[in-house]
């Protein structure tokens, strides 16, 4: 494609911002990752002492790491908007996020907007393609215990084996809360096609801006951290985990990450900002995990109903631009004239918004009508 006149200039500042940018992420990982090592050996004595505490550390430097990797998205005009219930309510629960999957940038875009939930981030475990294993971060994530899980169904026994045993020797031992799962297992891009051929032989529905989640993983999960509670209180499990009052897994949050017009931003778009300034949209939805079903199939349908939702709120924004006419925070139905009206508005308060921890951050409070921005 010619470049013309008129565009060169333009093209130029997109090349000298992006190498600028580079430039900046290299000195960061060059100072902070280097930092956190350095501090996690100095702090190794304080492990055998008070485990607790030594994770407490680790995880606050975990924290300010991921803040960084969010601090460049924000830098480049990357912001979030958030939908739906308000998170940050069962913050200091276990929780596990189930999220679609479109493109590295899904990893960046969480980064940023659960930066202000509390110790989310701190004590949040990450279960991610193990090609992450070998990035500049894979260091970091290996030694906070995240899990990296091979795909392809040569591998898929191996690594479910693999993610329980990590679960039952990391989760606890870490004081780990909430863990964030993919369960498409992949790309949108990469696993569409697969899927939507597995959908028919099936008779299932054809999705197209989703994939039909697996249910492996999210079953060893469950089973691994629910099946000690009855009640809200632990029916099982060592002494210690009494002792903490652990009330186990809690609670599952059905989080949808939506683009504008359906562009995922990749990690190399983040870092470089080669791409306009956009908007991200998340939509969260709470369900107690007492009302998930734990049995294979049981569990198969419920996931696929929460899948084929998010075909339906994501047709919705890329129809509307606004996530859902259903205003799940107050449980009532809200026009969606009332909620485009509300979208402009967060839209135009991005210019005028106070910064908090780098990221602006949005949560719309559908009861009181009003914005907030943290």
């Given at each position: 494609?010619?470049?013309?006149?008129?565009?060169?200039?333009?093209?130029?500042?997109?090349?000298?911002?992006?190498?600028v940018?580079?430039?900046?992420?290299?000195?960061?990982?060059?100072?902070?990752?280097?930092?956190?090592?350095?501090?996690?050996?100095?702090?190794?004595?304080?492990?055998?002492?008070?485990?607790?505490?030594?994770?407490?550390?680790?995880?606050?430097?975990?924290?300010?790491?991921?803040?960084?990797?969010?601090?460049?998205?924000?830098?480049?005009?990357?912001?979030?908007?958030?939908?739906?219930?308000?998170?940050?309510?069962i913050?200091?629960?276990?929780?596990?996020?189930?999220?679609?999957?479109?493109?590295?940038?899904?990893?960046?875009?969480?980064?940023?907007?659960l930066?202000?939930?509390?110790?989310?981030?701190?004590?949040?475990?990450?279960?991610?393609?193990?090609?992450?294993?070998?990035?500049?971060?894979?260091?970091?994530?290996?030694?906070?215990?995240?899990?990296?899980?091979?795909?392809?169904?040569?591998?898929?026994?191996?690594?479910?084996?693999?993610?329980?045993?990590?679960?039952?020797?990391?989760?606890?031992?870490r004081?780990?809360?909430?863990?964030?799962?993919?369960?498409?297992?992949?790309?949108?891009?990469?696993?569409?096609?697969?899927?939507?051929?597995?959908?028919?032989?099936?008779?299932?529905?054809?999705?197209?801006?989703?994939?039909?989640?697996r249910?492996?993983?999210?079953?060893i999960?469950?089973?691994?951290?629910?099946?000690?509670?009855?009640?809200?209180?632990?029916?099982?499990?060592?002494?210690?985990?009494?002792?903490?009052?652990?009330?186990?897994?809690?609670?599952?949050?059905?989080?949808?990450?939506?683009?504008?017009?359906?562009?995922?931003?990749?990690?190399?778009?983040?870092?470089?900002?080669?791409?306009?300034?956009?908007?991200?949209?998340?939509?969260?939805?709470?369900?107690?995990?007492?009302?998930?079903p734990?049995?294979?199939?049981?569990?198969?349908?419920?996931?696929?109903?929460?899948?084929?939702?998010?075909?339906?709120?994501?047709?919705h924004?890329?129809?509307?631009?606004?996530?859902?006419?259903?205003?799940?925070?107050?449980?009532?139905?809200?026009?969606?004239?009332?909620?485009?009206t509300?979208?402009?508005?967060?839209?135009?308060?991005?210019?005028?918004?106070?910064?908090?921890?780098?990221?602006?951050?949005?949560?719309?409070?559908?009861?009181?009508?009003?914005?907030?921005?943290?």
């Amino acid at each position: 494609m010619a470049v013309t006149l008129e565009e060169a200039p333009w093209l130029g500042w997109i090349l000298v911002k992006a190498l600028v940018r580079f430039a900046f992420m290299v000195a960061n990982n060059l100072v902070a990752i280097p930092s956190y090592l350095c501090y996690i050996i100095v702090l190794l004595p304080l492990r055998l002492l008070d485990s607790k505490r030594y994770w407490y550390l680790e995880g606050m430097m975990y924290k300010w790491l991921l803040g960084m990797v969010a601090s460049w998205g924000w830098y480049a005009g990357y912001t979030v908007m958030e939908w739906g219930e308000d998170i940050k309510t069962i913050s200091e629960d276990e929780a596990v996020m189930l999220v679609n999957h479109q493109a590295t940038g899904d990893v960046c875009t969480l980064m940023m907007c659960l930066q202000d939930k509390g110790l989310v981030v701190a004590q949040m475990m990450w279960l991610m393609d193990h090609i992450f294993k070998y990035t500049n971060f894979g260091i970091v994530s290996l030694v906070h215990g995240d899990f990296f899980i091979r795909q392809g169904k040569s591998h898929r026994d191996q690594q479910l084996l693999l993610l329980k045993k990590h679960l039952e020797n990391n989760y606890r031992s870490r004081d780990r809360k909430w863990i964030v799962l993919f369960p498409e297992g992949g790309f949108l891009r990469k696993r569409r096609e697969t899927s939507q051929s597995f959908a028919k032989k099936n008779n299932l529905p054809f999705l197209t801006h989703v994939t039909l989640p697996r249910v492996g993983a999210t079953k060893i999960i469950l089973r691994a951290l629910v099946a000690r509670q009855e009640n809200g209180s632990p029916a099982g499990g060592d002494a210690k985990e009494l002792d903490n009052k652990s009330k186990g897994l809690q609670w599952i949050i059905d989080t949808t990450i939506a683009y504008p017009k359906a562009e995922p931003i990749d990690i190399q778009t983040w870092i470089l900002g080669y791409r306009k300034p956009a908007v991200i949209h998340v939509h969260y939805r709470i369900f107690p995990v007492k009302d998930v079903p734990l049995e294979t199939d049981d569990l198969s349908d419920w996931l696929y109903q929460r899948f084929i939702e998010k075909e339906d709120l994501l047709s919705h924004f890329y129809e509307t631009g606004c996530c859902s006419g259903e205003a799940v925070v107050s449980r009532r139905v809200v026009s969606v004239e009332d909620e485009q009206t509300e979208d402009r508005a967060l839209k135009a308060s991005v210019k005028n918004s106070e910064i908090y921890c780098g990221p602006a951050l949005f949560f719309m409070s559908w009861e009181q009508k009003k914005i907030h921005c943290f």
